[in-house]
């Protein structure tokens, strides 16, 4: 079990970052792979970015790569999500996963592995 709790969303004007936090409690894992995904009204959710949390090995959803980085702090069991150069199509949904032990394909659908999931939270980047 793993309990995710995000935090960071808002409202934000083209062109404008967003930072989104994840923190992870409650589990027994020595690792995790922990992601972001993002789900768009009347779009299927799609990977934005993920981290293994041993070593810090990053991936990537092509739609976000080069304007976002994702990043944690292993103190604090939280991983971050910094947007830059933000668009209206970033608005959506932005979920936080996680799951027990590596990263495989985990920006891919299903999201396999990602066996827990956060609220998630609304970012809205206007025009």
């Known amino acids: 079990q793993v309990q995710l709790v995000e935090s960071g969303g808002g409202s934000a004007q083209a062109g404008e970052s967003l930072r989104l936090s994840c923190t992870a409690s409650?589990?027994?894992?020595?690792?995790?792979?922990m992601g972001w995904y993002r789900q768009a009204p009347g779009k299927e959710r799609e990977g934005v970015a993920a981290?293994?949390?041993?070593?810090?090995?990053?991936y990537y959803g092509d739609a976000v790569k080069g304007r976002v980085t994702i990043s944690q702090d292993t103190a604090v069991n939280t991983i971050y999500l910094q947007m830059n150069s933000l668009k209206p199509e970033d608005t959506a949904m932005y979920y936080c996963?996680?799951?027990?032990?590596?990263?495989?394909?985990?920006?891919?659908?299903?999201?396999?592995?990602?066996?827990?999931w956060g609220k998630g939270i609304l970012v809205t980047i206007s025009s």
């Open positions: 996963a996680a799951g027990g032990g590596s990263c495989a394909y985990p920006l891919l659908p299903p999201f396999a592995g990602m066996d827990f």
């Open positions: 409650r589990y027994t894992y020595s690792s995790l792979c």
């Open positions: 981290l293994y949390t041993d070593g810090g090995a990053t």
